[in-house]
Antibody, heavy 119, light 111 residues
Framework: QVQLQESGPGLVKPSESLSLTCTVSSGSIGIYYWNWVRQSPGKGLEWIGYIYHTGSTNYNPSLKSRVSISIDASKNQFSLKLTSVTAADAAMYYC?????????????WGQGTLVTVSS | QSALTQPASVSGSPGQSITISCAGTSSDVGRYNYVSWYQQHPGTAPKLMIYDVSARPSGVSDRFSGSKSGNTASLTISGLQAEDEADYYCNSYAGSNTFYVFGTGTKVTVL
């Protein structure tokens, strides 16, 4: 059973960049799609984007200008960077593997990491 | 792209059946058979319950079933149990510009 674990700073200052890493264990990062999904406190879910093991990416149009996802297969990790954060970016961030060999549905979730945006 | 519309809350007694709706448009739910449903208990990550409108991942109870009619998808929980009390979210593929849209979420209460 694949396991995913998010890591990164829990506190980010407004206008700075948010950087998170997801470490994949119990399985190779190869041949799968890897997503980031976030959930604002008390609110719903929002898909951020995905990366394929080849490095190909697609992003939510509403975040596209500020987001990038990268992959390091040698470390079995993929990462999220979100620039120019505001209070609206405060959320629980989840890394998620697609179910089967596609980015969707969102089959395997990490436990999530909470990011606060505050000076 | 707006979120898919779900009722804020649905409730039922143990043993009953309930249905949660997920209203989209002809650009998402109505166009693609890529609707999925997720269950989320407080403080935990969402769990995939239904995908491709009506398919169940291995390990998910057959009390959960999905369907779609036009621009609206539905999740039915039969034989409602206390452990089914959770938040439920739908999701749909919405094409190569928007990609994936979630529903607004529904809180299920077992009376």
């Amino acid at each position: 059973q694949v396991q995913l674990q998010e890591s990164g700073p829990g506190l980010v200052k407004p206008s700075e960049s948010l950087s998170l890493t997801c470490t994949v264990s119990s399985g190779s990062i190869g041949i799968y799609y890897w997503n980031w999904v976030r959930q604002s406190p008390g609110k719903g879910l929002e898909w951020i984007g995905y990366i394929y093991h080849t490095g190909s990416t697609n992003y939510n149009p509403s975040l596209k200008s500020r987001v990038s996802i990268s992959i390091d297969a040698s470390k079995n990790q993929f990462s999220l960077k979100l620039t120019s954060v505001t209070a609206a970016d405060a959320a629980m961030y989840y890394c998620v593997r697609g179910y089967g060999y596609s980015p969707h549905p969102f089959g395997y979730w990490g436990q999530g990491t909470l990011v606060t945006v505050s000076s | 792209q707006s979120a898919l519309t779900q009722p804020a809350s649905v409730s039922g007694s143990p043993g009953q059946s309930i249905t949660i709706s997920c209203a989209g448009t002809s650009s998402d739910v109505g166009r693609y058979n890529y609707v999925s449903w997720y269950q989320q208990h407080p403080g935990t990550a969402p769990k995939l319950m239904i995908y491709d409108v009506s398919a169940r991942p291995s390990g998910v109870s057959d009390r959960f079933s999905g369907s779609k009619s036009g621009n609206t998808a539905s999740l039915t929980i039969s034989g409602l149990q206390a452990e089914d009390e959770a938040d439920y979210y739908c999701n749909s593929y919405a094409g190569s510009n928007t990609f994936y849209v979630f529903g607004t979420g529904t809180k299920v209460t077992v009376l």
